[in-house]
């Protein structure tokens, strides 16, 4: 009987294992055959190409590859500044909601949802209107406040992504660690009041604690995602393309490979690259910030 229940709980699986099958596995072991092979003209060039076993060619050559190491690197850098600062502001929202009263911390965090509701392309086409020096707002209320900015000159096109991808991200990572501060036992905040613990100590003493593991579950995401950016710096090109070249980030070397280039296998062994880069990023980041808690 013990088997037969196992069994059938098992089978309530299968249709997610039957899409892990087909839209991960497959796709990833696909990308990692065609990497492992290149395309090589015949004879003069005059005739049709050929796939040779390249072996691990393409992976050296996208080790060497200064746009595809510089991306990386770029977009590492962004990720330092942009994903602490998100995440700042999403807990200090989350604490908020926490310490106001159910019916006004359920009207303020569906407001906060919205903008993680709006697709990232909308968003993103939304963000480059309102950045506009033509027909966006930000401009002429910088001039009234004695700012002279560009929001698509060089010094300005990260700076602008990132205030995107916050407001985009916020509302997101601040419904986690709310759904974690929610889990903290109440007993604790009495207790520590009636100790004279103020709320501001609370908050550090009690809530931070307990909501760690929250915190490093949206930052490893926020790290995935980060990586894998594509949209808003290719949606900024179209404006801008003097500043955002087509290798601004990892996926754009990786497009740009693939469907400008057409070469696929080299495109195939970045993708397989980028993928490596991630999962090691995730694992030492979870590794140097995990603990077991008391």
């Not at 986690?176 to 036992?185: C, K, T």
């Not at 501001?200 to 604690?209: G, T, V």
């Not at 900024?236 to 955002?244: E, L, S």
Request: positive net charge.
């Amino acid at each position: 009987m013990i088997r037969s229940l196992r069994w059938k709980g098992a089978a309530f699986t299968v249709p997610f294992q039957i899409g892990f099958v087909f839209l991960y596995v497959l796709p990833i072991g696909y990308a990692v055959h065609q990497s492992l092979f290149r395309e090589q003209q015949s004879g003069l060039g005059l005739g049709g190409s050929i796939e040779r076993f390249a072996g691990l060619d393409n992976y050296s050559r996208g080790l060497s590859d200064p746009s595809f190491m510089g991306s990386v690197l770029r977009v590492v850098g962004f990720a330092c500044v942009q994903i602490p600062l998100m995440l700042v502001v999403s807990l200090v929202l989350a604490l908020l909601l926490d310490a106001a009263t159910s019916r006004v911390a359920g009207r303020f965090r569906v407001l906060l949802l919205v903008p993680y509701m709006i697709p990232g392309v909308v968003a993103a086409l939304v963000w480059i209107n309102l950045y506009s020096p033509d027909v966006g707002p930000l401009t002429p209320w910088g001039k009234v406040l004695g700012f002279d900015w560009n929001f698509f000159a060089p010094s300005m096109v990260w700076p602008a992504i990132g205030n995107l991808l916050t407001w985009h991200g916020i509302g997101y990572n601040m419904v986690i660690l709310y759904a974690a501060l929610q889990g903290v036992p109440r007993e604790l905040f009495e207790a520590a009041r009636l100790d004279g613990a103020s709320e501001r100590r609370i908050a550090f003493s009690i809530k931070l604690p307990y909501v760690r593991g929250a915190l490093v579950l949206t930052c490893m995401l926020s790290i995935i995602q980060m990586l894998q950016i594509f949209n808003e710096p290719e949606l900024f090109r179209n404006i801008t393309p003097q500043t955002v070249s087509d290798s601004f980030t990892p996926i754009m070397v990786i497009y740009n490979q693939a469907f400008n280039a057409g070469d696929y296998h080299y495109a195939a062994a970045l993708s397989v690259l980028l993928a490596l880069i991630l999962g090691v990023a995730s694992f030492l980041f979870y590794r140097l910030t995990s603990r077991e808690v008391d």
